[in-house]
């Protein structure tokens, strides 16, 4: 079976940097998706990993370590506009998104 | 580019009603996925739609669930009848290729009474 974990809610403050992690059950690997979503709206992309390392996009980098089925998302120069929760998602073997359950991030002052 | 658009935005129904929920994606999207949040649990697949067929429904919790995409356009999805536990937030989401990143509807905020 599959499965993904990550912290429910983490707190930081504006203009500091956050680290969010996923760490990964799965049988077979085809990459992990991070995606961001705010209350009540879409899921919105932010990235995908395939190959170990770190892609850095801007203020949000996502690193992944397949060996060790891990992942973080990387917040740099926090905005408020960042609270939202994250999301870790995992294609399976047919590339359906197998999801985490979200870390509800929140910024404060 | 318009993107992936869902209707209704909200439903309130009672327990044995019908609700059918629509989804438009991006055109020129052939793969189609619907999911479902339950409040406080993760996101969980339902299907997946190549054009009009059904690519993989394993994720549909039972035969009161029953999803279409005459044409290989939009998708409807509808219950019937509806149960309590059927409450939750039902996204759709579209891709060019299933391996490259979905991208998502606002969802359809279901409520049954």
């Known amino acids: 079976g599959q499965n993904i974990d990550q912290p429910t809610e983490m707190t930081a403050t504006e203009g500091a940097i956050v680290q969010i992690n996923c760490t990964y059950q799965?049988?077979?690997?085809?990459?992990l998706f991070w995606y961001q979503q705010h209350a009540g709206e879409a899921p919105t992309f932010l990235s995908y990993n395939v190959l170990d390392g770190l892609e850095e996009k801007g203020r949000f980098s996502s690193f992944l370590s397949r060996s060790k089925g891990y992942s973080y998302l990387l917040l740099k120069e926090l905005q408020m506009k960042d609270s939202a929760s994250y999301l870790c998602?995992?294609?399976?073997?047919?590339?359906?998104?197998?999801w985490g359950a979200g870390t509800k991030l929140i910024i404060k002052p | 580019e318009a993107g992936v658009t869902q209707f209704p935005s909200h439903s309130v129904i009672e327990k044995g009603q019908t609700v059918t929920l629509r989804c438009d994606p991006i055109s020129g999207h052939d793969n189609l996925y619907w999911y479902r949040r339950v409040m406080g649990k993760e996101i969980k697949f339902l299907l997946h739609?190549?054009?009009?067929?059904?690519?993989?429904e394993s994720g549909m919790p039972n035969n009161r669930f029953l999803a279409e995409r005459t044409g290989g356009t939009y998708s409807t999805l509808k219950v019937q009848p509806a149960e309590l536990e059927d409450s939750g937030v039902y996204f759709c989401a579209s891709s060019q290729d299933p391996a490259w990143h979905q991208y998502f509807g606002p969802g359809t905020r279901l409520l049954v009474l």
């Open positions: 739609f190549v054009k009009e067929s059904k690519q993989d």
């Open positions: 799965t049988s077979g690997f085809n990459g």
């Open positions: 998602a995992v294609p399976d073997s047919n590339y359906q998104l197998i």
